[in-house]
């Protein structure tokens, strides 16, 4: 284990939850002191004491370790709220319904924040039959690359992974989808929102000054 609960963590945890050190020394079976040495960075908790200690304070020992306290609010399991972490070390993709603590290769990874396409990441969306056809205007070197391709609804995500010197494209089924993700690996997450009368049309757009207008427009009448 390369990383440990610290002090400083315990000691949020503990004010968060309204504990005293003497009422959280009282449930550990450990003295005043030894929760006072924790918190001030003089000693650390036995290994054994993680789990307890998790429990008090209701996270994951994981969260404990990390000092990442997980609030997922998405209990619908909406997919529209999902969540995407990529490891920078091994390219791994991890797909979540909802915030959570992810670790990979000793890494704890942070939620990848989706920007909107733009000149450099173009995106073209075609209807072919009952089928997204998904297009990204993008080299596919082995230095720069799209990762994957996601189409997400509100009950299901379909993920498409890339690979360098490959065509950066892909078909996920029209029912549902509302959101188009891809993955640069030099520059993040980039989504784009599918709207209806634009998308679903036997003819491609992409991030051009016509479809941001005929965006705006949808959005005034759709909301």
């Known amino acids: 284990m390369n990383q440990y609960v610290t ?3 315990i000691k949020e945890l503990r004010e968060k939850n309204k ?9 550990l079976g450990v003295s005043d002191k030894a929760i006072s040495k924790w918190e001030t960075g003089k000693g650390y908790p036995d290994i054994t004491l993680l789990e307890p200690i998790a429990e008090i304070f209701h996270v994951s020992v994981t969260e404990l370790i990390s000092g990442t306290t997980v ?3 998405n209990v619908s399991a909406n997919m529209l709220r999902s969540v995407f972490y990529v490891c920078p070390v091994c390219g791994n993709v991890i797909h979540s319904m909802g915030q959570s603590v992810i670790t990979c290769h000793g890494v704890t990874l942070k939620p990848e924040v989706a920007e ?5 990441h173009k995106i073209f969306v075609e209807r072919v039959e009952d089928e997204y ?3 990204i205007e993008h080299e596919m070197t082995k230095s720069h690359y799209i990762s994957f391709v996601a189409a997400m609804s509100h009950d299901r995500v379909e993920i498409t992974k890339l690979y360098p010197e490959g065509n950066p494209e892909a078909r996920f089924k029209i029912s549902g989808v509302k959101k188009i993700y ?3 690996n030099k520059h993040g997450l980039f989504e784009l929102e599918v709207i209806k009368g634009i998308d679903d049309k036997d003819s491609s757009y992409d991030n051009t000054k016509e479809r941001q207008e005929l965006e705006e427009t949808a959005k005034k009448l759709f909301g």
């Open 116 to 120: 909107p396409t733009d000149e450099a």
């Open 133 to 135: 056809y998904v297009r």
């Open 71 to 73: 609030s997922n609010v």
């Open 19 to 27: 504990i005293t050190q003497s009422q959280l020394a009282d449930s």
């Open 182 to 184: 891809f993955y640069c």
């Open 7 to 9: 002090g400083a963590v």
